[in-house]
Nanobody, 115 residues
């Protein structure tokens, strides 16, 4: 059974950095797209960053230039390096991974940026 385990969230001051990790286990299938989403209180789930199976990356305008998505295919792990954090980045961050044509979600990790 596929499991995604996220780590790396926490409380940081504005201007600081955090790195999120999401590791997939329980599969021998190739991992496809790996994504990060976030949901702020009272808001809908929104896309943060996307990494295709070939490594192409895209970002939402709100994080472009500050966040970097990367992946280690040997470890079935996706990362989100978040720099120059702003209070408006405060949200629960979820990883999403496509494996064998199915979509899987992490449990979510809280990121809080204080001003």
């Amino acid at each position: 059974q596929v499991q995604l385990v996220e780590s790396g969230g926490g409380l940081v001051q504005a201007g600081g950095s955090l790195r999120l990790s999401c590791a997939a286990s329980g599969t021998t299938l190739s991992v496809g797209a790996m994504n990060w989403y976030r949901q702020a209180p009272g808001n809908q789930l929104t896309t943060v960053a996307h990494s295709s199976s070939t490594g192409t990356t895209t970002y939402s305008d709100s994080v472009k230039g500050r966040f970097t998505i990367s992946r280690d295919n040997a470890k079935n792990t996706v990362y989100l390096q978040m720099n120059s954090l702003k209070p408006e980045d405060t949200a629960v961050y979820y990883c999403n991974v496509w494996i064998g044509g199915r979509s899987y979600w992490g449990q979510g990790t809280q990121v809080t940026v204080s001003s």
